[in-house]
Structures are given as structure tokens and as C-alpha cells.
């Protein structure tokens, strides 16, 4: 349908203990898939990251969408679009990896049982 | 479900129109159409931005400040439903809108008003002034058929005499 954060593109990461940026990889649970909404997890690498944090350059980590520059398109028929692509780092069960959350995030994070991230989040 | 305000025009945002655009420091911008959200993303102030209720109200245009606007407060406290309490808001809406359109349009209606008198003024001057381009000056002492439209000849109180006479 439409596309939302490309393979190949570079995403921010808003938790605290972050790189500055991420480039996606590939998506789980769906092969070949070329565009990624909020809320999808995706495989990604540390292209530029922020010293003194445990994660390197060029670690292959677990992220999860929750901001997109492109407008996501609700059931509801509300299209939301935010400010920047963003993702939250996470471990294999979908806990995020940093304690801190910047930044809104999406409503259907919450409908995906992401509650960890959720509660985190301020906004 | 609600109906929202477009950030640019202040136009009512139906359900299932317009983008929201959700600023990273949490802010919701609500637009009702991409001519608004365009306008947004060139970074233009509605203040400026002449056909935006924003440039309206500052400028004076439109009416600012009156009582119906009170009803329209946004309320976060969710009423809990009571059928009386609904039918009545219904037929109050219905009321307060007409109200409050009237109420606008008699606004624009008054300021309006000093230029349609001003024009007139230009009007009956520009016609004096200038009923020699339309009938040569000559031609209009000559024939008395020709006047200008703004001479009056009473004629009543002298018809009414003759006409008694004749009756009798």
C-alpha cells in the first residue's frame, strides 16, 4: 500500500541509552516486505551512534517503529503524520532496551501489547 | 467522536477529513485540507493569510467576541448520556447557531455600512460634477423635460385644491 519508513533508511531512536541513528535492515515476520509502518519490528544497524552507551557502531539490534514521517492511516480513518522516524530499541521479547522515552508516540503501539514502551512514554 | 478545528483556517474538521501532524514535542496540529497542511509546511501564519478566520478576527473583520462563543468551549469532562439533556442541547445548538450567524453577519453588515454611504456620497457628487459629459449644459436649459434626477416637484397640496372645487 503506501510506504512508511523504506529498507535502507535511517531512523532516530528516541530512548535513552540510544545511538543517534539506526538504518533498517529488514522486517519481522514478513519476508520481502519493502515498507514498514508504526509498530512493525525491524532488524536494524547502528550507523552513527552517541559515545559512551553499550551499543557500537555496526551492532545488528532489534527496533520497533514509532514515529514516521509518512502518514499512517488509522481504522478510524484519522491520518496521523509526525515529525521525524523514530524507533525504539528493543530486546527479542519486545521490551525496550533503553529506560527512558522521548518524543509522542503512536496509539497502536498500545494496541500491539507493546505496554513496556508504553508506560515509558510521556506523551 | 469529535469535531476539531483546523490549526490554519479554523474551519470544523469532520471525522475521516484532513491529516493531523503530531510535532515531536507532542503538539497536535489538525488540518482540514491539504490546502491548509500545505500552507503549514511552507511555514505561513494564518495571522497573515487573508481568507483565515486567524486574519479575520484580528483584523476585525469578523466578530470577535460574544456570548454565543461561550457554548462552544471545548469540555473534557464526558456527560453521561441523559435523553432530556441531549434533546434540549440539539435544539439549542440549532438556536445558538442562527443567533450567532445573525449576530456575524450584522457585524459585517455595520462595517460595511460607512463605505456603501461614502460611495453614495461620491456618487451624487461624480453626478453633479459631471452631467456635462453626459447632456451638454445648453441642451439641459433648453428643454426643462431634461432635469437631473435629484429635483423634485411637489405637485399633491395644489391637485388636492383644484380636484374640490370640481367635486362639489
Known sequence: MGCAIVVHVYGGTPTEATPQ??????????SNCRYTYI??????????AVPNIPLEISEMIRAIIVRTRKELKHDNRMIIQHDDNATVIIDQEGNPKGTRIFGANAP??????????????LE | MRLEKCWFCSSTVYPGHGIQFV?????????????????????????????????RRLHGK???????????????RPERYDRNLAENTLKAIKKID????????????????????????EARKQLEQGIHLV???LALA???????????????????????????
Not at chain 2, 428643454?143 to 374640490?164: F, G, H, R, T, Y
Request: hydrophobic residues 35%.
Open chain 1, 21 to 30: 541513528e539506526l538504518i533498517c535492515i529488514r522486517v519481522i515476520g514478513a
Open chain 1, 39 to 48: 509498530g512493525d519490528v525491524i532488524i536494524a544497524v547502528i550507523k552513527e
Open chain 1, 108 to 121: 497502536k503501539l498500545r494496541q500491539l501489547n507493546f505496554t513496556k514502551i508504553v508506560s515509558l512514554a
Open chain 2, 23 to 55: 510535532r515531536n514535542d507532542a503538539k497536535i496540529f489538525r488540518f482540514c485540507r491539504s490546502k491548509c497542511h500545505k500552507n503549514f509546511k511552507m511555514k505561513r501564519n494564518p495571522r497573515k493569510v487573508k481568507w483565515t478566520k486567524a486574519y
Open chain 2, 62 to 76: 469578523d466578530m470577535t467576541q460574544d456570548s454565543t462563543f461561550e457554548f462552544e468551549r471545548k469540555r473534557n
Open chain 2, 98 to 121: 442562527k443567533i450567532r450567524s445573525d449576530r456575524a453577519s450584522d457585524h459585517i453588515k455595520n462595517r460595511l455600512k460607512t463605505g456603501k454611504v461614502q460611495r453614495q456620497k
Open chain 2, 135 to 137: 447632456k451638454a449644459p
Open chain 2, 142 to 168: 433648453q428643454d426643462s423635460s431634461l432635469c437631473l434626477p435629484k429635483i423634485k416637484v411637489n405637485v399633491s397640496q395644489a391637485q388636492i385644491e383644484e380636484n374640490q372645487p370640481m367635486e362639489e
